[in-house]
């Protein structure tokens, strides 16, 4: 009977030393470990970006031309403006209009130069831009081709010629 007893104190000490051991080496690797030197090529913290500007158009002084009506000074129908054409530094240099034909049927693009529209009434969608060209000097433009040389007709001879270098 008491063989029992000190063989129960020998597997009670075992198990504290097994907890204590182990007690330790968590105790070593947590609070030790987790302090780090610092590392001598990390990157600096990176400054925040700063906020976008903002720009606020009054709904009444700013609107979309894409698909907008183009009539002439003497209020003839001249097509409608399908595409904006811009140089390499993004300024805008010509319009595309959708001309003649009747409802896409016939129809063909022609360039003409930005400063040759007016924009005086486009308040609402209804409301057409002028061109200051008249029906003939269009027709006998050449058509408006995607990735071939683009003629732009201007009002008075005062588009300058794109120059490119490669």
């Known amino acids: 009977m ?44 990176k400054e925040p970006t700063p906020p976008p500007s903002v720009t606020i158009i009054g709904a009444r002084d700013a609107h979309g031309v894409l698909g907008r009506d183009v009539r002439s000074s003497s209020d003839e129908a001249m097509g409608r403006i399908v595409d904006v054409i811009v140089d390499r530094s993004g300024a805008v240099r010509a319009a595309a209009i959708d001309f003649g034909g009747f409802l896409g049927v016939g129809s063909r693009k022609i360039v003409v130069d930005w400063n040759a529209l007016h924009f005086g009434r486009i308040a609402n969608k209804s409301d057409s831009i002028t061109l200051e060209l008249t029906k003939d000097q269009v027709t006998a433009a050449p058509e408006y081709k995607e990735d071939t040389p683009i003629v732009v007709l201007g009002a008075s001879g005062s588009l300058q010629p794109l120059q490119f270098t490669p």
């Open 2 to 45: 008491r063989a029992k007893p000190v063989f129960m104190f020998i597997a009670v000490a075992v198990a504290a030393l097994a907890a204590a051991t182990s007690w330790a080496q968590n105790d070593t690797a947590s609070p030790q470990a987790d302090h780090k030197p610092p590392q001598q090529n990390a990157t600096p913290p």
